[in-house]
């Protein structure tokens, strides 16, 4: 799905050469150390930003250099680090935004879903009717994905979606992503500094250093990468903290 990304700043490569891949129903993790390049690779997954060679293919259709409306369309759903919610509307209206664009772009598939069903799946039911900006922050990152997921994804981009959740949370997050990633068939491409998480969760994992990847496979492989282990996971800060 992403061919040989190169990407710079005035000059700086920040993205040399990245090829990742993420089937259907697969949860592929990507991670590195700050500033490595995750920010600017999902980026140009989803088209908010140019690359400056290689491509991003979704469901074969080119989507580097075109629109984050051509990415949605083409079949990407995606959450942010900083939340990007409709703060004054409330949950399910939050959700039924995204439904009514996927109702009329993707009627099967949206037709499918049951909103009260995906509510549930992410412990937002009883929240239905608040608003949004009111909701407890690890709520507010479930109903981020529940909004994505509204909007029947073919692949889905997860940005530090445990971010400021506590070990009983996140592994319930990890329970509905994966049963979400099931019942929908899609791919899901995870970010998260949170490597147990990201361990536990994901099926194949990236590691992208300085721009480049440096290590890819299960989790298994990538926690015994010589290389992993000195750049990242060496580092005490990276060290798995909880318990899921
Ligand atoms: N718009 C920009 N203009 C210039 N440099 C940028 C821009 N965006 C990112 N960079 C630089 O690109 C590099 C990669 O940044 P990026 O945010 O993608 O890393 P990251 O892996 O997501 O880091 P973090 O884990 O801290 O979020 C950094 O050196 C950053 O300063």
């Known amino acids: 799905m992403v061919s040989r990304v190169c990407k710079s700043f005035s000059g700086l490569e920040v993205l040399r050469d990245v090829s990742l891949r993420c089937d259907e129903g697969e949860i592929v993790g990507l991670i590195g150390p700050n500033g490595a390049g995750k920010s600017t690779l999902i980026n140009a997954i989803t088209a908010l930003m140019p690359v400056n060679s290689g491509e991003v ?8 250099n075109t629109t984050p409306q051509f990415g949605a369309m083409s079949g990407l759903g995606r959450t942010f680090q900083n939340i990007r919610l409709f703060k004054r ?3 399910r209206q939050n959700v039924e935004v995204a439904h009514t664009s996927a109702l009329r772009d993707k ?9 009260d069903d995906l509510l549930a799946q992410f ?14 922050y690890g709520s507010q990152r479930r109903l981020e994905i529940v ?7 073919d692949f889905l981009l997860l940005d530090e979606p445990a971010a400021g959740m506590n070990a009983g949370e996140t592994s319930a997050l990890i329970d509905a992503v994966r ?3 099931k019942a929908f068939g899609c791919g899901v491409l995870v970010i998260d500094h949170d490597l147990r998480f990201i361990m536990t969760l994901c099926n194949r994992i990236y590691v992208l250093d300085a721009g480049q990847i440096i290590a890819s496979g299960t989790p298994e ?18 060290q798995p903290t909880q318990d899921h």
């Open 221 to 238: 492989e990538v926690r015994n990468d010589p290389q992993v282990i000195e750049v990242y996971i060496g580092h005490p800060k990276n």
């Open 179 to 181: 049963q979400s990633s």
């Open 89 to 91: 509307l409330t949950v």
């Open 57 to 64: 293919v979704i469901n074969g259709l080119r989507v580097s």
């Open 107 to 115: 009627p099967g598939e949206a037709a499918a879903i049951d909103l």
């Open 147 to 153: 909004r994505a997921l509204a909007l029947a994804p």
């Open 123 to 136: 412990d937002l039911s009883a929240f239905a009717d608040w608003r949004a900006g009111s909701l407890p």
